[in-house]
């Protein structure tokens, strides 16, 4: 069956590090993965968008990356605010339309 | 550009009686999706439509539900008998697919309580 993971456990890091997050996917073949920001009762926020033919790909202190070989895309969050202190989820095209499925998400808290 | 916009944002309800909600997406955006949320989990698809037409209903959509896009402009999604396994965030979501990234902008949600 196909699956999004992400990192089961939440994120605690210290203002000015960086925050690295994962998703791994099971039986996809996506064309491109996205990430979006969420904050608590808010609809998700998009970020970042990265194809299938892309290895990185950087907005201001946001990178991503994205291994079709492993099946993983790593997030990361550079020189991290309090303000980045959000749920982060990963979502995935089904190729055959514009549907998007997602993972449960990771929660950043940056402490200052 | 308003953004998405849906109403009710919270509807607290009795188990065993219909509710509504009203998505308005963004004017140029010819799709228009329905997803559904609860707590820790993501976003989870029910279903879309390009302009007036349904294209998808997630299997995971029950016939008490049924979603309308009358005029592929603004939509509804009712949920009628509702049990307490309905209670949720409901989410839209639109799109402009001459992009071709799929990029969805959501609204800030409706969230239902089912008592």
């Known amino acids: 069956s196909q699956k999004i993971e992400q990192n089961s456990e939440a994120l605690n890091i210290q203002e000015g590090k960086t925050a690295t997050l994962t998703c791994n996917y099971t039986?996809?073949?996506?064309?491109?993965l996205q990430w979006y920001r969420q904050d608590p009762g808010r609809g998700p926020v998009f970020l970042l968008l990265?194809?299938?033919?892309?290895k990185e790909k950087r907005k201001e202190r946001l990178k991503v990356t994205f291994d079709t070989t492993l099946k993983q895309s790593l997030f990361h969050i550079t020189a991290s605010q309090p303000a980045d202190s959000a749920t982060y989820l990963c979502?995935?095209?089904?190729?055959?339309?514009?549907?998007?499925?997602f993972g449960a998400g990771t929660t950043v808290t940056v402490r200052a | 550009d308003t953004g998405v916009s849906q109403n009710p944002r919270h509807k607290i309800t009795k188990r065993g009686q219909n509710v509504t909600f009203r998505c308005d997406p963004i004017?140029?955006?010819?799709?228009l999706y329905w997803y559904r949320q609860t707590l820790g989990q993501g976003p989870e698809f029910l279903t879309y439509?390009?302009?007036?037409?349904?294209?998808?209903k997630s299997r995971l959509l029950s016939d008490r539900f049924s979603a309308e896009r009358p005029k592929g402009s603004f939509s509804t999604l009712e949920i009628q008998r509702t049990e307490q396994g309905d209670s949720a965030m409901y989410l839209c979501?639109?799109?402009?697919?001459?992009?071709?990234?799929?990029?969805?902008?959501f609204g800030e949600g409706s969230r239902l309580t089912v008592l």
């Open positions: 979501a639109s799109s402009f697919p001459r992009q071709n990234t799929g990029e969805l902008f």
């Open positions: 039986n996809y073949s996506p064309a491109y």
């Open positions: 990265i194809r299938e033919n892309e």
């Open positions: 979502a995935l095209d089904s190729r055959s339309d514009y549907k998007l499925s």
């Open positions: 004017s140029e955006h010819n799709r």
């Open positions: 439509f390009q302009n007036e037409a349904q294209l998808e």
